[in-house]
């Protein structure tokens, strides 16, 4: 479905504070349309945000926003959901926030089900404060703070936050801008549970520049060439696998989301 | 509830805590387990969906405070308990519930530091902490109780402070008084008086989330409401927009100062015991004015002029009220379950007059001995 996303977004401070070739732009993009293509209200909608690049999204949204501290976007939105359950809550964070200083909160999160929409930016380093690594980084990468190569492995976040619990997980990257529509759209349309949706994104300008990749357009056709969908698995060679991006659904069941089952809870208590 | 109506009851001082939090309309609660707090989190499990509410038990404090802030930013009054480890890891939240204006209660049941220090054990560590938890420049409200009635009566207090001031209120518990079993009176419902935050009226067009009213108050739009709102823990201008203008900057923190700072007055609370008289005067909160009143009795028995100050506001320290309750006594005792934080803040105000200190640690409490030993030792001199 075609949408602008135009009344989600504060067109006045437009442009985007982001760097050129940032993928945020395209994230923030396929946010607002599948707001749109769901008929979200504006007045209905809370975007939480914590703080690092994609922090700064809530600086360009017309729906109610809460800016936070650095990784407690989700413990946040867990309260304003559950204090107005009509709310529509998404968290946006990125891999600094949300699985690295913020990592509990998103596991407990997901293991609840708390009825909120989170969006992960992971672009595999902390881009505002000058590229160091993240829980995320790959292995052997170059960052600001690993420059002989980078000792540790990175969290698959979408297998982890499955693993959790939580209803819906789904990745895609930023070379697909449609699907991220499409999957926050059904994250959207689900209307309970946890549902994450991890964006796989770029930092030319930090990441890029450390690892010869220092180009847009040369990470984002990189990045497509890494992608494989789940559904495409079985055509590729195990031993090719290790280099290549999973998207696609990991996880889509029907679960009762925490919301829900409070009120059950409440229902069963209440003097007769 | 425990207490259904009104009437004489025998309580916990936690339990009149959760008791007074869901007669001033608390509807939130979200906290994780600690010493000696844990009845308060129990409390609100058991009773608060009852009421209508929700409770949760977060994987820490930092997400505690957090559900809380978010929880209050839809418009609904919301609390957490906990102690001093606790709030250490609260201190993220703090500052961010001073900057985003989010009312809410944070109870600290004070026990044994630093670190998990004596785990049941109570102290009164924690002065300092309360008024310097979160960094940067800000204001804090934190109240006192020294009796289980105070628990209640005080719990009452803390949310309508929170709502008139949009800021965080501490209620400073301690071990002792936490745990302490007392008779309370719980007022008819309609006689306890409920303060909610004031509502901003506004057409969308005007609308600025953080334009302050003439108490330096910005009036409140929930999340939900058709007047679209920000909550901004940046720096940020009346629209709720980041800003870090200089100028900008200085005028939201002298706000978030001053709107606190203005009333100081009527935030103050205190009780009074033979201060008119006194020669010597005692200053204490929370459970070391029970100690110093029987130490009071004793010593009037025996022809010494003392009297008590309870603190019952601890935060903003009641600096002209120290300065003028001072001026008449000729020595002035501090008795706390710490190394003399109180007496530190005394001494700045009180004309130099001689502070002794009686300071314990190890978790027990202070007995009318402490006290009465150094009061004789002291007259002899």
């Known amino acids: 479905m075609k949408c602008s996303g135009r009344k989600y977004i504060k067109t006045e401070s437009l442009p985007f504070f982001w760097c050129s070739g940032c993928g945020n732009g395209i994230i923030f993009a396929a946010l607002t349309r599948a707001m749109e293509e769901n008929n979200l209200d504006n007045k209905d909608i809370v975007a939480v945000t914590g703080i690092g690049c994609w922090g700064k999204a809530d600086d360009y949204l017309t729906t109610h926003t809460f800016h936070g501290t650095h990784g407690r976007a989700i413990a946040v939105a867990t309260g304003i959901k559950l204090a107005n359950p009509l709310l529509k809550v998404f968290a946006l964070v990125g891999d600094g926030d949300g699985i690295t200083i913020g990592g509990n909160h998103l596991i407990h999160a997901a293991r609840r089900n708390i009825d909120i929409i989170v969006i992960m930016s992971n672009n595999f380093n902390y881009g505002m404060t000058g590229g160091q690594y993240s829980g995320t980084t790959p292995f052997n990468s170059i960052t600001a703070t690993s420059s002989y190569g980078h000792v540790e492995d990175a969290f698959d976040v979408s297998s982890l936050v499955k693993s959790a619990g939580a209803g819906y997980v789904a990745r895609c990257t930023i070379a697909n801008p449609h699907m991220i529509q499409q999957l926050i759209s059904k994250a959207i349309k689900k209307r309970q549970g946890f549902r994450f949706i991890e964006v796989i994104s770029i930092c030319p300008t930090h990441y890029g520049k450390y690892n010869q990749m220092s180009s847009a357009v040369e990470m984002i056709k990189d990045l497509s060439e890494r992608t494989v969908n789940f559904k495409d698995i079985d055509q590729i060679a195990p031993e090719d696998l290790g280099n290549k991006i999973m998207v696609g659904e990991y996880q889509n069941q029907e679960v009762e989301g925490f919301v829900h089952r409070y009120q059950r809870l409440k229902q069963s208590i209440l003097p007769t | ?381």
């Open chain 2, 1 to 381: 509830m425990i207490c259904p109506k009104e009437g004489r009851y025998f309580l916990q001082g936690n339990i009149a805590v959760g008791e007074a939090a869901i007669r001033s309309g608390a509807m939130f609660f979200a906290g994780y387990p600690i010493t000696p707090s844990s009845e308060i989190a129990e409390h609100a499990s058991i009773h608060l969906p009852i009421a209508g509410g929700t409770f949760i038990q977060m994987e820490d404090e930092i997400s505690s405070l957090a559900a809380v802030i978010g929880a209050s930013m839809t418009g609904v009054k919301a609390y957490t308990a906990t102690s001093g480890p606790g709030m250490s890891l609260m201190s993220e939240h703090i500052g961010l519930a001073c900057m985003v204006e989010a009312p809410c209660v944070i109870i600290n049941v004070q026990r044994a530091g630093p670190s998990t220090g004596l785990a049941t054990k109570p102290a009164q560590g924690d002065f300092f902490q309360f008024r310097y938890g979160t960094h940067g420049d800000h204001m804090i409200i934190a109240l006192s109780p020294a009796s289980v009635q105070e628990c209640f009566d005080l719990t009452i207090q803390a949310f309508n402070f929170a709502e008139r001031f949009r800021c965080p209120v501490f209620l400073a518990l301690d071990g002792i008084i936490g745990k302490m079993y007392e008779t309370v009176n719980i007022p008819k419902r309609n006689e306890i008086k409920v303060v909610n935050r004031k509502k901003a009226i506004a057409s969308k067009v005007d609308y600025q989330p953080y334009q302050p009213d003439e108490h330096l108050v910005p009036p409140f739009v929930p999340f939900g409401s058709p007047l679209i709102t920000r909550a901004n823990g940046s720096g940020h201008g009346i629209d709720g927009y980041p800003c870090d203008d200089a100028k900008n900057h200085e005028q939201l923190v002298r706000r978030l100062i001053n709107k606190i700072d203005r009333y100081k007055k009527e935030i103050s609370l205190f009780k009074e015991y033979y201060t008119h008289d006194a020669e010597v005067l005692i200053v204490s909160y929370g459970c070391s004015t029970r100690p110093a009143i029987a130490a009071m009795k004793e010593a009037r028995k025996r022809g010494i002029k003392v009297g008590i100050l309870q603190l019952q506001t601890l935060w903003p320290f009641p600096e002209e009220l120290i300065a003028s309750i001072t001026s008449k006594a000729k020595l002035i005792l501090v008795p706390e379950l710490s190394l003399g934080q109180l007496k530190s803040e005394i001494i700045k105000y009180c004309h130099q007059k001689p502070v002794i200190g009686i300071n314990k640690l190890g978790g027990v409490s202070i007995q009318p001995e402490d006290i009465l030993t150094v009061l004789f030792r002291e007259i002899e001199k």
